[in-house]
């Protein structure tokens, strides 16, 4: 049973560009998740999605970024015109969502994105 | 909003030296506490779910344990591969909100 997949790896875009982030959640899993790791800090929550539906973006950054789950095919984040800041490790998480006690979420390898 | 505090910020042990990692937190309701071990360069990885105070899980070297107020991760008898990242969550109860806030962690080295 394969596990979260992430891609790219990593990921490296000039300042001004755009960088997009791919997520497969487990086989079976409804629920995604994405976190930011920035360098020396914790994960912190980024934003909550389930099949075309966008649970809870409390973490997310008002401007330059979005994310969506679509029917078919992976979660994307979407930075736009990326800025020095934006370098970190950017993690999905997924979790089955069949149950109302807190599931536990399950990692991808993680996107290092690197903004020159 | 949630607290999760992690002590200590790095530990280093002999091999078979054992010892515990605390994780205090602060939430109006807990709904989880997870453990995860992050290797570098790795996402994390899950250990374990407590979901009420005196709950404890076990896996080989660790076990974990739930308070109302802190869990801990006790490592027995480490082994150099024990080495790594251990990662404290909560998740809180608040409805429809399934974000987990995370301490810093506690850098873990196991010297032979």
């Known amino acids: 049973n394969a596990g979260v997949m992430q891609n790219p790896r990593h990921l490296v875009r000039r300042r001004g560009q755009e960088a997009r982030l791919r997520c497969s959640p487990m086989?079976?899993?409804?629920?995604v998740y994405w976190y930011r790791q920035l360098p020396e800090e914790g994960l912190k929550f980024m934003v909550y999605?389930?099949?075309?539906?966008?649970?809870?973006e409390s973490g997310m950054p008002k401007e330059r970024f979005s994310a969506e789950f679509p029917k078919e095919g992976p979660s994307i984040l979407r930075i736009q015109q990326v800025v020095r800041g934006d370098s970190a490790a950017y993690f999905c998480?997924?979790?089955?969502?069949?149950?109302?006690?807190?599931?536990?979420?399950?990692f991808g390898p993680g996107t290092r994105l690197l903004v020159l | 909003e949630d607290q999760v505090t992690q002590s200590p910020e790095a530990l280093r042990l002999q091999e078979g030296e054992s010892s515990s990692l605390n994780c205090s937190y602060t939430?109006?309701?807990?709904?989880?506490l997870f453990w995860y071990r992050q290797d570098p360069g790795k996402g994390p990885e899950f250990l374990f779910t407590?979901?009420?105070a005196g709950e404890e899980k076990e896996k080989e070297r660790l076990k974990a344990t739930l308070t109302k107020k802190e869990s801990f991760l006790h490592i027995t008898a480490p082994k150099p591969e024990d080495s790594a990242t251990y990662l404290c969550?909560?998740?809180?109860?608040?409805?429809?909100?399934?974000?987990?806030?995370f301490g810093t962690g506690t850098r873990l080295q196991v010297t032979l």
């Open positions: 998480a997924s979790s089955p969502g069949a149950s109302t006690v807190g599931e536990t979420q399950y």
């Open positions: 086989k079976g899993h409804s629920h």
């Open positions: 999605l389930q099949k075309e539906n966008i649970i809870d």
């Open positions: 939430v109006s309701g807990l709904r989880g």
């Open positions: 407590l979901y009420s």
């Open positions: 969550a909560v998740l809180e109860n608040t409805g429809t909100a399934s974000k987990l806030t």
